[in-house]
């Protein structure tokens, strides 16, 4: 057989070789990848129901972009809890019928507090998108992957001394996440910000016609708007249609699309904290969901990309709670995501303005 013949059968041989093993080893490093089932609870119906349904697009953006063998190791169950505590129980249980759960995710600070007790005691992983870091407080397996209420109202505080604002009022809905925003708000204040009035209003109450009465009779500068997303558009409205020209600031909410447009143009230059998203998110976000609040979503986001990481570097179910104290520092849809050591992560916060549009 001639040499060349020969050499030419050798090199095939041993490119086909080449690839086999390839292969061989690409398929061997996917399977390596530990599975990680992921239970969703979020408000994707109910007055909540634009943070789910954000938080829900974010978790899709990211899981779509994960590569395939992580995206193949990360299973995802969602369950709409209404944004009520009692249906949050039941969807955890339900998907722990289902199988073993190795990750819950909770939107909002009622079901967080009403799933922390199970997924504590069975052990699960427990990410919570909500202000009420007592979520995560002396936990072992559970996580606040959202602004803590603390940052966010240091943020506003600064802004009110930079902008010359001694007294305030506050005006709160009666849950716990609005609870927490007026206890760091008023924390941070001290020494500093009078508030001579804090008003509550129920969840279900839309009517604040008494509230601003109230507020119109009080010496004040400004008003802490620390009501929920359902209701918070409706109240600034109400506030300049019975002629208060009072300056209205909040703690991340005005972020919410369905508060901006139940405001109208009464939000126009109304400013507030918020985490910092990276531009490319936010366009690419805005492309895919043109009618959608982005408010959450940068959160469910980057949960799954944290997840994702947990996958590539082979973490087993156990490894995670470890993992997620430890995790490097990272930017996808947020600008900064760092562990905080408490069992929560930091977030670059910046204070925003809402557009002359509204939006």
Partial sequence: ?????????????????????????????????????????????????????????????????????????????????????????????????DGKLDVVLTALSNSGNAVVPLSEAKRIVHLSLAFDRRISENKQYAFSFWPDAASLARAACDELEHRGLKKAAAVTTQHEGNYAMRRALFECSAGKIEYPLSEEVLPEDSDFRTAILRLRQQDVQVVAALLHPAHLGIFVRSLREQRSSLPVFTLGNFEDLGVRRAAGDALAGQWYPAASYTAKFVQDYRRRFPDDSIYGAAFGHDAVLLIGKAVEQKKSPKELPEFFRRADPFSGALTKVSPDGKNGFDFQVEIKTVGADGL
């Fill in 1 to 97: 057989m001639p040499l060349n013949h020969r050499l030419n059968l050798f090199l095939r041989s041993l490119l086909i070789s080449l690839i086999v093993t390839t292969v061989a080893g690409s398929a061997t490093a996917e399977t390596a990848l530990s599975p990680l089932r992921v239970g969703v609870i979020l408000p994707l119906s109910g007055r909540a129901a634009s943070l789910g349904k954000a938080v829900n697009n974010g978790i899709k953006m990211a899981h779509e972009a994960l590569p395939p063998g992580t995206r193949k190791a990360i299973s995802l169950c969602i369950e709409d809890d209404l944004s009520e505590r009692a249906n949050a129980i039941s969807a955890l249980r339900k998907m722990e019928a």
